[in-house]
């Protein structure tokens, strides 16, 4: 099966620097790549997301950037806010299959220090 | 439109004892899933449905049983519970197609101990 892994595990920035999070995974045949964002205590929100088709994809001040070679993608948060902070999780998943089910990784937990 | 809401929010049981999670979604969606989150290990698929009617196992299934009997609900039973099954649930559900359609939205979760 599918195994993500995510580092850093934590991350300290100050505001307005930059974060930047990586995943790498095993499945060739997985194809969607979602980063979700967790604020203590709430459920996972998708923030952004690419398809393999797509090697880099950006929204504002987020970003996701994708190597299908070396099977690894990144999610970059540019002038980080206090509000930023939260934990962010990568997945991956093959959306061709009649499963459609994500693998996560294990987390990072992002604080920007005003 | 409430998307996907779960009960209970939290719930203690003592080993051995058993309960049901429910889930439910009102956008329609075919897909559903249930996830565990344990600290410093993410999200881990339990068990996932693709339609009314139909389950199967994910990652860690073990201690925990699934029914789908209509398509809006998305239930998590645990027959004996056990200490190592203390942890977060969420459900998930998502609609089949590319793009956009590939996202899964999380309910609130449910906090279980397991004393």
């Known amino acids: 099966g599918e195994n993500v892994e995510q580092h850093p595990s934590t991350l300290s920035v100050q505001e307005g620097d930059s974060a930047v999070i990586k995943c790498t995974y095993s499945?060739?045949?997985?194809?969607?790549f979602p980063w979700y964002k967790q604020e203590l205590g709430k459920r996972p929100q998708l923030i952004i997301d690419?398809?393999?088709?797509?090697g880099e994809k950006k929204d504002q001040r987020i970003a996701v950037t994708l190597n299908k070679t070396a099977k690894h993608f990144s999610l970059h948060i540019t002038e980080t806010q206090p509000e930023d902070s939260a934990v962010y999780f990568c997945?991956?998943?093959?959306?061709?299959?009649?499963?459609?089910?994500?693998?996560f990784g294990s987390g990072t937990r992002l604080q920007v220090q005003p | 439109n409430a998307g996907v809401t779960q009960t209970p929010k939290f719930r203690v049981l003592k080993t051995g004892q058993s309960m049901t999670l429910l889930c439910a979604q009102d956008m329609n969606h075919e897909y559903m899933y249930w996830y565990r989150q344990d600290p410093g290990m993410g999200l881990r698929l339990i068990h996932y449905?693709?339609?009314?009617?139909?389950?199967a196992k994910g990652e860690v299934p073990d201690g925990y049983n699934v029914s789908r009997l209509k398509k809006q609900n998305f239930l998590l039973g645990l027959e004996s519970a056990a200490p190592s099954q203390t942890s977060v649930y969420f459900c998930?559900?998502?609609?089949?197609?590319?793009?956009?359609?590939?996202?899964?939205?999380f309910g609130p979760g449910t906090r279980l101990t397991v004393t």
């Open positions: 998930a559900s998502s609609s089949p197609g590319r793009d956009r359609a590939s996202e899964q939205y």
């Open positions: 449905s693709v339609g009314e009617g139909t389950t």
């Open positions: 690419i398809r393999s088709n797509v």
């Open positions: 997945a991956a998943g093959n959306m061709d299959t009649g499963r459609r089910a994500l693998t």
């Open positions: 499945d060739s045949a997985s194809n969607y």
